[in-house]
Every structure is written in C-alpha cells, then in structure tokens.
C-alpha cells in the first residue's frame, strides 16, 4: 500500500500530497534556508518530483529563485511557504512543517558549518552537502 500524505500552506488555499517515501529527511542549517524559514534551522523531507502534487490551488503559488540550485514556492495568497523545488539534485524538498501528519525522522544535517543553533542530537553533520549532490562530504563533530 502506497502511503500518501497532505499538507496546505498556512491559510489552506494550496494542497499538497506526497507519495511513498522520502529519498531522505534532515535539517539544513544554511543561511539561505534560515532566512526563508525564518528559523534557526530548516527541517527538510526530499522527494522525487513524481511523489510530490498540488492537489489544490495551482494558481497561487509563487516563485522565488535566489540561486539556480533553488526553486521556492510559497502560495501568493498567504505567503505560506510550500516547498523548494532543486533541480539540479533532481529533489523537491517540501518543509516537514507542511505536511504535519508525516512522521519526520531527520537522519543528517546539511551546512552545518553555517550553523547557528547547534545539535547535539547523534545524526552525521556535513559542512555542507553530500558528496553525491556535489559537496564535500565533509564530516564535522557534533
């Protein structure tokens, strides 16, 4: 059975549904991340584009693209975040906070060399990214 989950932007206008499984779950500590979340960390769920559709208002979701490594979409209506599309990690990442009724399980940080909040919580700290998603997979202490 093929779990499905939903979740809207703040004022309910737009839905979203997510398939399956993350390809992986965690929390980003980069500059770009905490300034769009507003939050000293960015809890993250990376999806395959295929497992992510808007089920709902299509229409009002806005585009934001800091760098070409960032696709953010946020409703127009309320300025509720959505998601960051990455095209060039083939990933969507739709925040954790927008699909409450997903069990979030972080398994890694992410640019934690930018890390404002410190967490001593036993998961891999990278620098920044994987190696596989072209960083250096550099492993930092806790």
Request: charge should be negative.
């Given at each position: ?5 939903t ?20 929390y ?6 905490r300034?769009?979340?507003?939050g000293p960390?960015?809890?993250f ?5 295929e ?7 299509a ?7 800091k760098?070409k490594?960032s ?19 083939g ?6 906070a ?11 940080h992410?640019?934690?060399a ?5 967490m001593?919580?036993?998961l ?14 550099e492993v930092?202490?806790?």
């Amino acid at each position: 059975m093929t779990h499905k989950h939903t979740g809207t932007c703040f004022c309910g206008a737009v839905e979203i549904e997510v398939t399956g499984k993350p390809e992986a779950m965690g929390y980003c500590h980069c500059d770009s991340c905490r300034s769009w979340s507003a939050g000293p960390v960015n809890a993250f769920t990376l999806w395959k584009p295929e497992k992510v559709k808007i089920t709902k208002g299509a229409e009002l979701i806005s585009h934001f693209s800091k760098t070409k490594m960032s696709d953010r979409q946020f409703c127009a209506q309320c300025g509720g975040h959505l998601m960051t599309d990455h095209p060039t990690f083939g990933l969507i990442d739709v925040y954790a906070a927008t699909i409450p009724d997903f069990a979030f399980a972080p398994g890694i940080h992410v640019n934690y060399a930018q890390t404002v909040h410190p967490m001593k919580d036993g998961l891999l700290k990278l620098k920044d990214f994987p190696a596989e998603l072209g960083g250096s997979g550099e492993v930092m202490p806790e």
